[in-house]
């Protein structure tokens, strides 16, 4: 069993719609938890990220993590076709040690 | 300002056949880092650096696999000998400092498959 769990979808949806992206972890040591987006044939790019238990906004992009569970969100409201993309969630359990990413979840939005 | 920049881009290889990458990271980033990223996964570290110093090497495979960070700046990745199971995207990042908390900047990575 993988450290980190992401649904690899694919996930369709209209534009204008809500985008929730999840992913479940089973290391309680992990503190830092981010979201980076990786458009095709490129690297990933740093969305959000997060310590500890709580949401963060920013713009369109919200992130929750609930430690308790082990559960970590993602949701972008107003998606547009440009969110079309791999997302990959990944979490450590201090700055600066290597990141453990999830598999993505590819988002496709439909114009 | 320059990105992380990665070359060459796509290299195709006959296995056994040696490989190697280059990575140039933004500018002052003093921490390195090579992932591997296997098709419809996500990305696995290999070495991380804190100037020319590789602090975390323990998921290198040592037999194959040799990387260098001379001065401190560029960093190379190399192969030799390949196997087909190396076809893979290799990618480099970098970061300020070791205490960064996310900020971690990718290049586009270098696209190898080993036939």
């Known amino acids: 069993q993988k450290e980190v769990e992401q649904d690899p979808g694919p996930l369709s949806v209209p534009e204008g719609a809500i985008v929730s992206l999840n992913c479940t972890y089973s290391?309680?040591?992990?503190?830092?938890f981010m979201w980076y987006r990786q458009y095709s044939r490129k690297g990933p790019e740093l969305l959000m990220y997060?310590?500890?238990?709580g949401n963060k906004e920013d713009g369109r992009f919200t992130a929750q993590v609930d430690k308790s569970s082990k559960y970590i969100s993602l949701f972008i409201r107003d998606s547009q076709p440009s969110d079309s993309a791999t997302y990959l969630c990944?979490?450590?359990?201090?700055?600066?040690?290597?990141?453990?990413f999830g598999g993505g979840t590819r988002v496709l939005v439909k114009p | 300002e320059a990105g992380v920049v990665q070359s060459p881009r796509y290299k195709i290889i006959e296995k056994k056949q040696p490989v190697a990458f280059w990575c140039n990271p933004i500018?002052?980033?003093?921490?390195l880092y090579w992932y591997r990223q296997n098709l419809g996964q996500g990305p696995e570290l290999l070495i991380r650096?804190?100037?020319?110093?590789?602090?975390?090497d323990s998921q290198l495979p040592k037999d194959r696999f040799s990387a260098e960070r001379l001065k401190g700046v560029d960093s190379t990745l190399k192969i030799q000998p390949a196997e087909l199971g190396d076809s893979a995207v290799y990618l480099c990042?970098?970061?300020?400092?070791?205490?960064?908390?996310?900020?971690?900047?990718f290049g586009e990575g270098s696209r190898l498959t080993v036939l």
């Open positions: 650096y804190e100037n020319e110093e590789a602090v975390d």
């Open positions: 500018s002052g980033h003093n921490t």
């Open positions: 990042a970098s970061a300020l400092g070791n205490l960064w908390a996310g900020e971690l900047f």
């Open positions: 997060t310590y500890s238990s």
């Open positions: 290391n309680s040591a992990f503190q830092y």
């Open positions: 990944a979490m450590t359990k201090a700055a600066g040690n290597k990141l453990t």
